[in-house]
């Protein structure tokens, strides 16, 4: 039975992407959508994943300082794995999982509140793809702002990394920066980068998904929520495992 609910829902998914990956009927339109959805996403998300980005940066030292940093090892480790680790895994990852939160239940919650008002009726019945003209600009916004948002996490986590060795004394801020320079590769970036692009997808079609499918009320605009966040996350792990064993 689960199965097969899953699977239906699984079709029913790819049905809705089809239609909302189509051509724009007008592209004049879907550019002002698509500028506005990069800002209520994206730029909205901005303090939120500097805030969180700032402390985990600055946690993440006092750990490697405190529990990884021994005599036998060079004063560097600390700062190499602070940087290893925002880089590989929390600015992409870890990141994505907390918008999906954010972003994921705004999505949900905003195409369910239109479907159960019947806005989304009124837009198919004047022949307007309406699957298209909601959700395709709330895909590329998202997909677009992302690796923004995980450039400026990983800058943010080194600043309070800084942060922590300038006001903390954990480590010196020459051992700090020594550490984030050694050994530096650049596709570690980049692969931070391609992941986020990734996930950014996941949120936000998964999102659109349980909202544009929404029977009943208010209180299954606030399920379907809620299941567009827990799903979004699930998949975003499990991808997170083949993507990384892919790309490194």
């Not at 590989?88 to 870890?94: A, G, N, Q, V």
């Amino acid at each position: 039975m689960l199965l097969h609910k899953s699977l239906t829902s699984f079709g029913k998914y790819l049905i809705l992407m089809g239609r909302s990956l189509s051509r724009p009927e007008r592209m004049r339109m879907f550019m002002k959508q698509y500028i506005k959805e990069m800002s209520a996403l994206g730029v909205d998300s901005i303090g939120i994943v500097l805030l969180i980005s700032f402390f985990i940066g600055a946690v993440i030292c006092i750990q490697m300082k405190l529990n990884i940093q021994s005599p036998w090892m060079p004063r560097w480790v600390s700062g190499y794995t602070t940087r290893e680790i925002l880089l590989l895994e929390f600015s992409s990852s870890i990141m994505c999982l907390i918008l999906a939160g954010k972003v994921g239940s705004n999505i949900a919650s905003e195409i369910g509140t239109m479907r159960v008002t019947q806005q989304i009726d009124a837009l198919d019945i004047m022949g307007v793809n309406s699957a298209s003209y909601l959700i395709l600009p709330k895909i590329l916004g998202l997909i677009t702002i992302m690796p923004f948002l995980v450039i400026f996490s990983s800058a943010i986590g080194i600043i309070g990394a800084y942060a922590t060795a300038v006001i903390g004394h954990v480590l010196t801020p020459g051992d700090l920066t020594a550490g984030l320079q050694h050994n530096f590769n650049p596709w570690f970036m980049w692969m931070s980068i391609i992941k986020s692009l990734f996930f950014a997808f996941i949120i936000s079609s998964v999102s659109s998904y349980y909202g544009y499918t929404v029977e009943g009320g208010s209180v299954e605009v606030g399920k379907a929520s809620t299941n567009a966040v827990v799903t979004s996350s699930v998949l975003i792990l499990c991808s997170d495992v083949f993507l990384t064993q892919l790309l490194s």
